[in-house]
Each structure stands twice: as structure tokens, then as C-alpha cells.
């Protein structure tokens, strides 16, 4: 069997575990390290897919001003 955490072996389980342990208040449960990875990368994510969606009114505005 593979060794690893939990968190490299099934990381939806991994996610659904964090999720029950952050509901139920079992904070000393958490995987604080990989957890704040997670936080960070979807921040990032979300900033990414903002300013492509933002690029992409500006372009459909400029062509309709043009037009």
C-alpha cells in the first residue's frame, strides 16, 4: 500500500475530513499546513479568474465602442 498523509492519498476525503472537523470546532484535527496551502492557492485562483474575466469586458467593450 502507498504510504503518504492523507492528503496526498485521497485528497477528496482529505477535504471532506477538514470540512467536518472545521463544523464540528475539532481544531487540533486539522492539517493546518496543507489547509493554509488550499486557502492560498484558491485565493489565487479566484484573483486569476477575475482579472481574465475583467480582460475579457474590457476587450467586448472596446469592440462594441468601435463598432
Do not use: T
Not at 496526498?8 to 489547509?35: K, M
Not at 482579472?51 to 476587450?59: G, H, Q, T
Amino acid at each position: 500500500m502507498s504510504q503518504g498523509s492523507p492528503y496526498e492519498l485521497d485528497y477528496y476525503a482529505w477535504l471532506n475530513a477538514q470540512a467536518a472537523l472545521l463544523r464540528s470546532g475539532s481544531l487540533q484535527g486539522l492539517d493546518v499546513e496543507h489547509l493554509a496551502e488550499e486557502v492560498e492557492a484558491m485565493g489565487k485562483s479566484q484573483r486569476r479568474e477575475l482579472l481574465a474575466r475583467a480582460r475579457i469586458l474590457v476587450a467586448h467593450l472596446l469592440k462594441y465602442r468601435l463598432q
